[in-house]
C-alpha cells in the first residue's frame, strides 16, 4: 500500500534569539498542527492515526514527548497517540519515514508527521552527582548544539566539533573558501526571489502573537565578496564562517502522511508518493557526506536512476558539506534548492527534515518534475534521504 504526502506546512524560522525565541517549542509545533488542521477542513481529526515528530532535544518544555504535547494543544482529540523521534538533525525526516511505513504495512492510513526545535530555548543540563552533598561546582552544559557530557570512552576524533569535522571535509575534498561562500550568497538569492514570486506562501503560517511573515534570517545583499570579508570560525586558517554554514534557529514543520483510501477522508488529492527511502552512517567526524549513500540507496529502492531526478532539497548544514555531496552525484547543481536553502532559511535541527520534504514537493508541482530526492547530513555520522514522485506530473512532459 504506498504512502503519500497529502500536505505540507511550516512556521518561518526564526533567528537564535529572534523573533520566535519567546515562544515554547511545544507551541511551535501545536501551531502547525492546528494549521494542518485547518487546511483540511473535510478531515476528521479523529481519523487520524497517529502523530510522529521530530525533536533533537527534549531536555527542555519540549517534555520528552513533544509528538502528544503538540497534539493536545493543537486541537487533536485525546484519542489521537504521538510520539516522539530522535535521529538530531533528521528527526523530522525520519519522522515521516516512520510514517510511510506504517501506512505502507497497513497499520495506519493517516499519520501526521513533523518537527520542531527551540535553539533559543533549549536548556542548560547537568549531571547528578554521584553521592549526596558534594563539594565542589557543577558546569552547566548548553544542549543548544553539539556533544553534552561525553562519555569519555568516545575516541577523541569522532567528538570534535561540527565546524571542525566540516573544516576535515574541506581538506579531504578541496573545496575552497571562494566556492562556499558563493554557494551561501546562492542560497540567500535564491530564498529571496523565492518569498519575493510567492513560492513559499502557501508553505508557511505565521504563529501567533509573533510579528513574522518570512524566514528572519534571509539576506538578500549577500555576495561573494561581503561573504568573504568574515573571519573563519573554527581555525585561524580555515574556510568555515558564519556566512557559509547554517545558523542555529527556531521553527516548527509539519506533514500530512496517507494512503490512496486517504483522499476521501483527508479531502484532497495526494500531491506526491514516497518511492523510496534510504540511510546511510559512517565516521562520526564525516556526517556531512553521509547523504550521498543515503540518497543512492534511496533512489535504488525507488527503481530509478540520477538521470531522472529533476529536483534535489539537501540541507545545507554547511556549504562545505553540501558542495562535497552535490560534487558526488552526477546532477546538474542548479536542481539543488532551487528556493534557497538552510544556510539562508535557517536550520531548527528537529524541523529541517519536514521543511525539505515539503518544499520538495512543492517544487516538483511548479516545475513539473516527475522524480525528486531530499536529503539530510546528521551529527554522529549519519544521513538520510527521501525520494517523491510527484504525483501530478505528466508522463509525457514531466523529466
Not at 552533598?133 to 575516541?155: I, K, Q
Request: proline share 6%; net charge negative; hydrophobic share 45%.
Amino acid at each position: 500500500m504506498p504512502a503519500y504526502v497529502f500536505d505540507a506546512v511550516r512556521t518561518p524560522f526564526g533567528r537564535y534569539g529572534g523573533a520566535l525565541s519567546g515562544v515554547r517549542p511545544d507551541d511551535l509545533a501545536a501551531t502547525v498542527v492546528a494549521a494542518t488542521l485547518a487546511r483540511c477542513p473535510g478531515l476528521d481529526p479523529e481519523a487520524i492515526d497517529d502523530v510522529v515528530w521530530g525533536n533533537a532535544n527534549g531536555a527542555g518544555e519540549e517534555n520528552r514527548n513533544v509528538a502528544r504535547m503538540a497534539a493536545l494543544l493543537g486541537g487533536l482529540p485525546v484519542s489521537v497517540p504521538g510520539t516522539t523521534v530522535n535521529r538530531l538533525c533528521g528527526s523530522s525526516l525520519d519522522a515521516a519515514i516512520a510514517g510511510s511505513r506504517a501506512i505502507e504495512s497497513g497499520d495506519a492510513e493517516i499519520v501526521l508527521t513533523g518537527g520542531v526545535e527551540s535553539m533559543s530555548r533549549a536548556p542548560w543540563v547537568m549531571p547528578k552527582p554521584a553521592r549526596g552533598f558534594p563539594a565542589g561546582n557543577v558546569e552547566a552544559v548548553s544542549t543548544t548544539l553539539g556533544w553534552r557530557l561525553v562519555n569519555p570512552r568516545m575516541p577523541k576524533e569522532w567528538t570534535i566539533s561540527l565546524g571542525e569535522s566540516n573544516e576535515q571535509l574541506q581538506e579531504r575534498f578541496g573545496i575552497s573558501r571562494e566556492r562556499q561562500d558563493a554557494f551561501a550568497a546562492t542560497s540567500h538569492q535564491r530564498a529571496y526571489a523565492a518569498w519575493e514570486a510567492g513560492r513559499y506562501d502557501d508553505l508557511v503560517v505565521g504563529v501567533d502573537g509573533v510579528d513574522l511573515a518570512r524566514d528572519e534570517g534571509i539576506r538578500p545583499d549577500s555576495t561573494t565578496e561581503t561573504l568573504a570579508r568574515l573571519k573563519p570560525s573554527f581555525r585561524p586558517d580555515g574556510t568555515i564562517t558564519a556566512g557559509n554554514a547554517s545558523p542555529l534557529n527556531d521553527g516548527a514543520s509539519a506533514v500530512l502522511l496517507g494512503s490512496e483510501r486517504a483522499a476521501t477522508l483527508i479531502g484532497r488529492d495526494p500531491v506526491a508518493r514516497i518511492a523510496g527511502r534510504g540511510v546511510m552512517a559512517l565516521e562520526p567526524q564525516a556526517f556531512g557526506y553521509a547523504p550521498v549513500e543515503a540518497a543512492n540507496r534511496a533512489l535504488a529502492r525507488a527503481g530509478i536512476g540520477w538521470d531522472q531526478v529533476g529536483a534535489v532539497e539537501l540541507n545545507e548544514a554547511f556549504a562545505v558539506q553540501s558542495l562535497a555531496c552535490v560534487d558526488a552525484w552526477p546532477i546538474d547543481a542548479d536542481i539543488v534548492n532551487q528556493w534557497g536553502g538552510a544556510i539562508a532559511i535557517g536550520h531548527p535541527l528537529g524541523a529541517s527534515g519536514g521543511r525539505i520534504l515539503g518544499t520538495l514537493a512543492a517544487v516538483l508541482r511548479t516545475t513539473n518534475q516527475r522524480w525528486g530526492v531530499a536529503a539530510i547530513c546528521i551529527g554522529v555520522g549519519q544521513g538520510l534521504a527521501v525520494v517523491l514522485e510527484n504525483t501530478g506530473a505528466s508522463e509525457n512532459e514531466a523529466r
